[in-house]
C-alpha cells in the first residue's frame, strides 16, 4: 500500500482521538485539514488501513461501524445509555484463545472482548 497524504492524514486523526469516530464523524475531522476529500476516500481508505492491520473497525451491534487508531489488542466499554465506547486499561486474556483452542481443537488467531453497561455520568 502506497503512502498518500490523505491517507497519512487519516491515520492522524484517528490516532489522535480516544472517542472511536464513526466514518462520518472522522470525515468531518478531515475536511477541516483537505477540504477537497471525499467521504468516499476516507471510507476507503479506513477500510485499506485496517486490512493492513494499522487501525481496527469496531461493529459495536446494529450502529455504524466505529474505528480506533490503536491497532494492539485492547478491550472496549460501550455505555448502553449514552453510546460512549472507551478503551479499557484491562491486560488483554491470551489464556482464553489456549483453552478455546484445547476445547474446540480450532487455530485461534485473535480475540476481541467487548463490555457493555453503563458508564459512571448515566449512573448519576
Known sequence: MRKTFQRQVILEELRATRDHPRAAEL???????????????VYRNL???RDQGLIQELTLGDEASRWD??????????????????DLKV?????WEAEVEQLTGLAITHHRAEFYGQCPDCLN
Open 69 to 86: 487508531g490503536n491497532h494492539h489488542l485492547h478491550y472496549h466499554f460501550t455505555c448502553q445509555a449514552c453510546g460512549q465506547v472507551q
Open 47 to 49: 477500510r485499506m488501513l
Open 91 to 95: 491486560e488483554p486474556d491470551f489464556c
Open 27 to 41: 470525515y468531518a475531522r478531515v475536511r477541516q485539514r483537505i477540504p477537497t476529500v471525499s467521504f468516499g476516500t
